[in-house]
Structure formats: C-alpha cells, structure tokens
C-alpha cells in the first residue's frame, strides 16, 4: 500500500500558493475495481514556508484480509517553484508490523535520524548523504497533488528519497480534449531496492485527469496506474 501511494499519488507539479493558503483531499483508492483505502493530505504555505500532513488507510475488501494505515508529516521551506524539505515524520502500521522514520535535512542533504526497525545487515539502502535534492513522499504527494494553472500542470520531474530507497516519478504535457485533460507519467524505481524488487517491476505508468477547479486552475479528479496487483484507481471526492 505504501508502494502504491507512492507510484500513484506523486505526479504533478504546482506554483507556490500565496500566503496563508492551505487545502485538503481525499481519493478513493481502488484496485480491479474494488476499493481498498482512501489517501488524503491537508497542507498549507505561509511566508515560503510550507507544512503538510497525509495519511494512507486501508479500507472495503481490503480490511477484510489486514489492516493499514501510513501517518506522515512534512514542513519545509518553499523559492519559487522549489520544494525543500526540513523534516520528515512517518508511522505506519501494516497490521503485522509497526515503523517509523524520521529524516531531516541540512542543505538539502537528507539526514535519517530514525529508522525503525533498523535495517537488517546486508539488506541494502542507499547512502542518504549521496541524495542531496531529493524529497520525501509526503512533500512530493503535496507538491504533486495541489490545484494548478492550467500552464503549470505538467511537465514534471520529482527525485524521491525513503530513507532507504530512491524513485523518479516524470510526467508528460497536458493533453487537451474535448474530455478534458490528462498527463502521462511513470514512477520509477532506481536504487535502494531489493534484487527481487528490481526482477519484478520496476517501471509503473499511469495518466492523470485533470477539471477545472474555479480561478482558472486545474485540480487532478483521477489518476489511473499499473500496480503490483492490477489496474489502480484513485477518484478524488
């Protein structure tokens, strides 16, 4: 599940908001058409500087087999259309399984301070001192997610850093129709994965749909993608 918020949620990019603004989602996430969660985030920016909370929930048919829930918070700083992340707090539970991480930044240089539980000896990761520019998941899902210009949505890059594991998430240019508008994009896993991970996926495409929200901005009302167990769906409320 937290794989699937991080190859779905990440995908568009935004303009800072003005002072003092903040906003909040919530998608349905289903997979092969059945739900199995909901994914929110309530964020805002105040004098260039930002701070965001999500949440990932397992839910529907997928209670039935276990129960998931991923807790995160970010703050930050905000230049122009640049994100740079201070602090990163994560907890999730995945029903078998509690950890945490928490990562704060000197430079733009990732320092992980907690790890739980720790990494097992020889199971990998990359070294966080080399991932200078990246950001974490909920800064990226914040970045990604928020209403838009129409001449700011999309074409997009985003270098992601776990505290373990690094990705990249890019998306194409807006494609406008009589339907509306859409991006196609990929999440990409590049380093820090296991060998098995590597052996069985590691490109994940998936399309945005875009509708206006008022003020000549563009919201994402959907997002499409290959996962791991099928088609996923997440359908904004």
């Known amino acids: 599940m937290r794989s699937l918020l991080l190859a779905s949620a990440l995908a568009l990019s935004s303009p800072v908001l003005p002072a003092n603004a903040g906003e909040s989602a919530t ?13 929110s985030y309530s964020g805002e920016i105040t004098d260039g500087r ?6 990932l929930q397992s839910g529907g048919v997928f209670d ?21 992340p201070q602090r990163y707090v994560e907890a999730a539970d995945t029903g078998k399984r509690q950890s945490e991480a928490v990562m ?24 966080p001192a080399k991932q200078v520019g990246t950001v974490d998941p909920l800064t990226a899902m ?61 490109r994940f495409p998936f399309t945005l749909a875009l509708e206006q929200a008022g003020d000549g901005k563009l919201q994402v009302s959907e997002i499409t993608m290959d996962t791991l167990y099928g088609k996923g769906r997440m359908k904004r409320r």
């Open 50 to 55: 930002y701070s965001v909370t999500g949440q």
């Open 104 to 127: 704060e930044y000197r430079n733009g240089v990732p320092q992980v301070k907690v790890y739980n539980p720790p990494r097992e000896p020889g199971s990998g990761g990359l070294d």
């Open 27 to 39: 998608y349905d996430l289903s997979i092969r058409g059945l739900r199995v969660g909901t994914v």
């Open 142 to 202: 914040f970045a990604a997610l928020r209403d838009v210009p129409a001449a700011d949505a999309c074409d997009l890059t985003l270098q992601l850093f776990d505290g373990k594991r690094r990705s990249l998430v890019t998306i194409g240019p807006l494609t406008a129709s009589a339907e509306g508008a859409t991006c196609a994009g990929e999440y990409r896993r590049v380093a820090g994965f296991s060998d098995s991970d590597m052996a069985e996926k590691t």
């Open 64 to 84: 039935w087999v276990k129960h998931i829930r991923y807790d995160a918070s970010s703050t930050g700083l905000v230049r122009g259309d640049r994100f740079t």
